[in-house]
């Protein structure tokens, strides 16, 4: 089985702050997913990173592959109180990490 | 436009009965999957279908039974309910993925099942 550890757990920060979150494994994967969970809803892709080293970014969000693909981070720019939810980070082999919550205050 | 939808939203019962919920996408996809999320939000795949056929069946008690009538649907039936098993539930679809990457999943709201 392949884990993946996210850290911090718990996050809270004010608006406008910068942060961030990350996943790691021991194991390689081939690709790997970031995820955002709101409270009462199901998880929503953000992105995949296939290449090691691959660097992403989504508006304010920027997401990292490591070199060796086997750790990830994800980068928040100027966080607002909308980026409040569960991250989670998710592997190959439908292997999900325990998710970093982070909320953001006004 | 709902691309995977659940039913029912919110589930109570009680210990030992059965009960079901269903699950349907209209995003064209062919691998569907049955998550449960504990009260720790930690998401753990417990079965997956691709094209009807059983893919993937993790660890889970044989009172849990998937089923597939067609490409977009998959059901899950509880047997013998336990206090154990209240948890969120979420069904989830995407396209093969075969053993090389990971699927792009799409996930519906979530079933949250509450035994007393």
């Known amino acids: 089985t392949q884990l993946l550890e996210q850290s911090p757990q718990f996050l809270s920060i004010q608006e406008g702050e910068n942060l961030t979150v990350y996943c790691n494994s021991s194991?390689?994967?081939?690709?790997l997913q970031w995820y955002r969970q709101e409270p009462g809803e199901g998880p929503v892709l953000l992105v995949t990173?296939?290449?090691?080293?691959e660097v992403k970014k989504l508006k304010r969000l920027t997401f990292q592959f490591g070199d060796a693909r086997k750790d990830s981070s994800l980068h928040i720019t100027a966080a607002q109180p909308g980026d409040t939810g569960l991250y989670l980070c998710?592997?190959?082999?439908?292997?999900f990490g325990g998710g970093t919550r982070l909320m953001v205050k006004p | 436009d709902t691309a995977v939808s659940q039913t029912p939203k919110y589930l109570v019962t009680q210990m030992g009965n059965d009960k079901s919920i269903k699950c349907e996408q209209n995003?064209?996809?062919?691998?569907m999957y049955w998550y449960k999320q504990d009260s720790k939000k930690f998401l753990k795949i417990m079965f997956s279908?691709?094209?009807?056929?059983?893919?993937i069946n993790e660890t889970v008690p044989n009172r849990f039974s998937p089923k597939s009538p067609d490409k977009a649907h998959l059901n899950l039936h509880i047997n013998s309910l336990e206090l154990g098993d209240s948890a969120v539930y979420f069904c989830?679809?995407?396209?093969?993925?075969?053993?090389?990457?990971?699927?792009?999943?799409?996930f519906g709201p979530g079933t949250r099942l509450t035994v007393l």
């Open positions: 989830a679809s995407s396209h093969f993925y075969g053993l090389a990457g990971g699927p792009e999943q799409f």
């Open positions: 194991s390689v994967f081939s690709s």
């Open positions: 990173v296939v290449t090691g080293g």
């Open positions: 998710a592997g190959s082999m439908l292997t």
């Open positions: 995003l064209g996809h062919d691998t």
């Open positions: 279908y691709n094209n009807k056929e059983l893919i």
